[in-house]
Each structure stands twice: as C-alpha cells, then as structure tokens.
C-alpha cells in the first residue's frame, strides 16, 4: 500500500494504539498531528529552553553522557555536541532491520516524543513525522542495543535523518542526503537536547513488540481452529473443555479458551455422547483449555507492558512542563517489559510443545486408530513421517529460543551503566518463535485434514472446524502418492500469518 492513499492516524488527546503503530509500519497508514500535542511539545521545550538559558545542569543537554555526566557542556558547544550525540553512538552491527521494523521504531519515537516529556524542538518532532510519512527509511543494523534505551539503533535513525549513512527510498537504498532530497526533505537541524530526545528510549524495542502483538494475536486464533480441528480428527473427549469442570478451578484464561473451542466445534458431531474414543486423551488434548488458557494471559499481561512503555515518557531526563523541571530517573529501564515478554515466549514454548505431541499422536495407529503416517496406500509408502523431523526441529529450537536472555549482560560506561534489560533482542527470540510455531500449527492443519479423511468424519464437523478444514483444502491437497510437503506448509503457514490487509 502507497503512503499516499494510505488511511491517516492522528497523534492527539488520544495517545496511538498498539494497532496504529502496525497500520503505520505494515500499511504505511499517514500520520497526522493535533494542534494540542504541538501545543504539549513546545510547552515541554521552553522548558527546555529556560533551563539553558540558565546554564543549569541538566543530563544529555548542558553535561555529557553516560560516564560523561560529570563534564559541563561549554555554551558554544551545546548544538554541536547534540550533532555528536547520534554519531557517536551509531555502533550497531548485523544484518539491517527489516523495512516495516524501521517504520515501527520511528513512529514509536514519535508517540514518545508526543507524550510531551522528552523536550524536543518542533521543528525535529515534525521532520521525524514527515519522513515517515514521505516513505523515508534508514538502513538501521539490527544488533547493538541492550535495552537501556535503543541508543544504537535510534542513533543509526538519526544520523540518516541528518543526511548521514543510507536510506531506503521506495525499494531503493541510497546515500541519506540523496535519499533526504529525493523525498523533498531537508536534513534535520537540532538545537541543545535534540540529539539526545531522539535516542534516548526504547523504540525499536516497543514498536517491535506492537508488530509481534499483531502476529500472535492472529496465530493465537489460527492455534484453537488447529486445535478443533485436531480434536475432530482424533475423536477427542470434549468434557475438558466443560465449564463446570473449569469453574472448580478458574485458573487464568481456561474458560475463555474452553468457550472459544466450544464454539468452533458447534454442531459438530463429535459433541454427540460418546462420540469420544477414550474417557481420557493424552494430556496434549486434554490440557489445552489450560496451556492455552495461559498462552491467552501471558498474551495479555505483554499488551498490557507494551501499551504503557508506548504512549509513557521515558526519556531521561523527563520534561514535567506543568511544573517547570526537568528530573532526572530510570524510566527507561524495561525490567517489568522483558518480564511479560520472556514470559510469553515460554508459554508460546509449552503450545509448541502441545501442539507437536498431537501432531505426532495423530500419525501412530496406537494413538489414533489410523493408518500409520496417515498415508492412505499403506506402508510403501512415506505418508507423513518425515515430517516428525520438522516438527521436532521446530519444536526443539522454540524450547531453546524460550530460554530467559534479559539477565542484566556487561556493565558499561565505565560501570555507570550496570543494568539492562536486553530488550531487542527478547522481541528478536520472540518473532523467531512465533515463525516456527506458526509452522507447526500449519502441520496440525494439513496434518488433522488428512486425518479426518482417512477417518470419514470430514463431512460431520462443526463449523468453525469445517471453515479451518475447508480454508487447507481450498490450497492443500489430500496426501495420497509422496510429494514434497514442504511447500504445503509454507503456503499454509504465510496464509495464516497475514495479518489485516
């Protein structure tokens, strides 16, 4: 979608949502600005201005950085060190972000600024505004940051935005001042504070926690029609997912979850008494009102973490217009964030885990009652087998890339700086187990589909079942002679993974 027909979103009394930071990235929604947060932003900066005018000691505007904070600023100085404030600390390294990463970093500084704390000059918050809105993208290396604000990557932002390094101009990358006068911009001029207010937050970090809340969100979906789907198949005892069961021990989000299932399966035959198997299933059907149920918490508390860090001032020092001062703190520090967001990414694990022993399950006569491997020409045939091996590699990499990284890592700035949250890169672990988990719930939906053939019941489903079976049928065909698999899980994976268009 071009940025000129693109919806717009207003920055106003109504900070952005989670949802517009993922309009703005993934659909390149415009951004338009309200009287009122210009009207907030100048207020914070004559603040700004009245403490300079004073000379009067404030972090990041008339004293050094970092282990720097003991040396004054000399007056002359002021706007030049703000220039070197980006430069300096533009030491990121690896592969560049992607495009729609870019974006979300950008328009979360934007909201950070619009909250009114960080001081800025207008004329800097409405430049970042128009260049994303212009489509302007600089090339931001992806490691660097460990979440005691996203100083790398912010800087690497801003020095393209002062006609610095490159930048990607509608597919194109070229040199920023290239770039910057293609789009009909000008370099961004800073004055004392400036280059600081741009770098000092945890952008990168929360946009891209936006865009992970908009994929998860739609898997966590994809995930229960799998799971219905699944339970037809297997002829699963739907007793677990009984409210009165679930009610003798609310634990959180089993009920929502029971209910959600219970409505995919409506009019399914497998409602019917004694349509189930077994009395009891293996625990990987038996328990999913339960690991689902805390998936959909654990979904929750992240949104919650990610929603206060989105329209919250955590520049420091925080401008406090309404009093006239600036104060110094640790707002920025992402503690309570990474928390909610490792542990997410654990119970994204304990689904993977659930979903690829149903996977497995639905493959051995044993469990399921059908032919092994679900291959319909008996075993001369491969069916389904090979497949184990994927499922269990992605099931194994999701288990690792679950394990906590956010312990504090190396003291720096000469030990001033001896905490941090390593932010980026639990977001980064994150996507990397969405991807993969993704995959697996595309197997559970080719792999249950097959099953509920092979078993005779595809015609007796309920109907959000129905739909699931119908949606892998209308692009996957039934196995019957070996084909390679793998395109039928990258069709079916990227198709549930698209988000709204």
């Given at each position: 979608?071009?940025a000129t027909?693109?919806?717009?979103?207003?920055f106003?009394?109504?900070?952005p949502?989670?949802?517009?930071i993922?309009a703005?990235?993934?659909?390149h929604?415009?951004?338009?600005?309200?009287?009122?947060?210009?009207?907030?932003?100048?207020?914070a900066r004559?603040?700004v201005d009245?403490?300079?005018?004073?000379?009067l000691?404030?972090y990041g505007?008339?004293t050094?950085?970092?282990?720097?904070?003991?040396?004054?600023l000399?007056t002359?100085d002021?706007?030049?060190?703000?220039?070197r404030?980006?430069q300096a600390?533009?030491?990121?390294?690896?592969k560049?972000?992607?495009?729609?990463?870019?974006?979300?970093m950008?328009?979360?500084?934007?909201?950070?600024?619009?909250?009114?704390?960080?001081g800025?000059?207008?004329?800097?918050?409405?430049?970042?505004?128009?260049?994303?809105?212009?489509?302007?993208?600089p090339?931001?290396?992806s490691?660097?940051?460990?979440?005691?604000?996203?100083?790398?990557p912010?800087?690497h932002?801003?020095r393209?935005?002062l006609?610095?390094g490159?930048i990607?101009?509608?597919g194109e990358?070229?040199?920023?001042?290239?770039?910057?006068?293609?789009?009909?911009?000008r370099p961004l001029?800073?004055?004392?504070?400036?280059?600081h207010?741009?770098?000092?937050?945890?952008?990168?970090s929360?946009g891209?926690?936006c865009?992970a809340?908009?994929d998860i969100e739609?898997?966590?979906d994809?995930?229960?029609?799998?799971?219905?789907?699944?339970?037809e198949?297997?002829?699963?005892?739907?007793?677990?997912?009984?409210d009165?069961a679930?009610?003798?021990?609310?634990?959180f989000?089993?009920?929502?979850?029971?209910a959600?299932?219970?409505e995919?399966?409506?009019g399914?035959?497998?409602?019917?008494a004694?349509a189930?198997?077994?009395l009891?299933?293996?625990?990987?059907y038996r328990?999913?009102?339960?690991?689902?149920?805390a998936l959909?918490?654990?979904i929750?508390?992240?949104?919650q973490?990610?929603?206060?860090?989105?329209v919250?001032?955590s520049?420091n020092?925080?401008?406090i217009?309404?009093e006239?001062?600036?104060?110094?703190?640790?707002?920025f520090?992402?503690?309570?964030?990474?928390l909610a967001?490792?542990?997410?990414?654990?119970?994204m694990a304990?689904?993977a885990a659930?979903?690829?022993?149903r996977i497995?399950k639905?493959m051995?006569p044993g469990?399921?009652?059908?032919?092994?491997f679900?291959?319909?020409?008996?075993?001369?045939?491969?069916?389904?087998a090979t497949?184990q091996k994927?499922?269990s590699?992605?099931?194994?990499?999701?288990?690792?890339?679950?394990?906590p990284?956010?312990l504090s890592?190396?003291?720096?700035a000469?030990?001033?700086?001896?905490?941090?949250?390593?932010a980026?890169?639990?977001?980064?672990?994150?996507?990397?187990?969405?991807?993969?988990l993704?995959?697996?719930?595309?197997?559970?939906?080719i792999?249950?589909?097959?099953a509920?053939?092979?078993?005779?019941v595809?015609?007796?489903l309920?109907?959000?079942?129905?739909?699931?079976?119908?949606?892998?049928?209308?692009h996957v065909?039934?196995l019957?002679e070996?084909?390679a698999?793998?395109?039928?899980?990258?069709?079916?994976?990227?198709l549930i993974?698209?988000g709204?268009?």
């Open positions: 979608m071009s027909h693109s919806p717009s979103i207003t106003s009394a109504s900070p949502t989670i949802e517009d993922a703005i990235a993934r659909r929604a415009r951004i338009e600005i309200s009287a009122e947060v210009e009207a907030r932003i100048m207020a004559a603040v009245r403490y300079t005018e004073r000379d000691p404030v505007l008339t050094g950085l970092g282990a720097g904070v003991d040396t004054r000399a002359e002021l706007v030049a060190f703000q220039m404030v980006p600390r533009a030491v990121g390294v690896g560049p972000l992607a495009q729609e990463s870019v974006r979300a950008m328009a979360v500084r934007a909201v950070g600024m619009a909250a009114g704390g960080s800025v000059s207008l004329n800097v918050f409405r430049g970042l505004i128009a260049a994303i809105n212009a489509g302007v993208h090339v931001v290396p490691l660097g940051s460990i979440g005691a604000a996203d100083l790398a912010l800087a932002m801003s393209a935005l006609g610095f490159e990607e101009l509608g990358v070229l040199p920023a001042g290239i770039a910057l006068e293609r789009a009909g911009l001029e800073l004055a004392p504070k400036d280059g207010a741009l770098v000092v937050a945890n952008s990168l929360i891209l926690a865009l809340l908009e739609r898997l966590f994809w995930s229960l029609k799998a799971i219905a789907v699944a339970f198949a297997f002829r699963a005892n739907v007793s677990v997912f009984d009165r679930l009610a003798a021990r609310p634990a989000g089993q009920r929502r979850v029971a959600q299932l219970m995919l399966l409506s399914s035959s497998l409602l019917a004694d189930a198997r077994r009891q299933d293996p625990l990987s328990c999913t009102p339960q690991v689902w149920g959909r918490h654990a929750d508390e992240a949104r973490a990610t929603e206060i860090d989105l919250s001032s520049d020092p925080v401008v217009a309404s006239g001062v600036i104060l110094a703190h640790g707002n520090d992402m503690t309570a964030f990474v967001w490792e542990r997410l990414g654990q119970a304990h689904c659930g979903t690829a022993y497995m639905i051995s469990m399921s009652d059908l032919p092994r679900l291959t319909p020409m008996g075993q001369s045939r491969t069916g389904f497949v994927t499922v590699a992605m099931e194994a990499e999701i288990r690792h890339l679950a394990m990284v956010s890592p190396l003291p720096v000469d030990g001033v700086e001896d905490q941090a949250s390593m980026p890169g639990v977001l980064a672990k994150t996507q990397a187990i969405v991807e993969r993704r995959y697996l719930v595309a197997i559970e939906l792999a249950s589909a097959q509920l053939e092979l078993r005779g595809a015609g007796e309920g109907r959000g079942s129905a739909e699931a079976y119908a949606f892998v049928r209308s065909p039934a019957e070996d084909r698999q793998g395109p039928d899980f990258a069709t079916i994976a990227a993974g698209l709204p268009q």
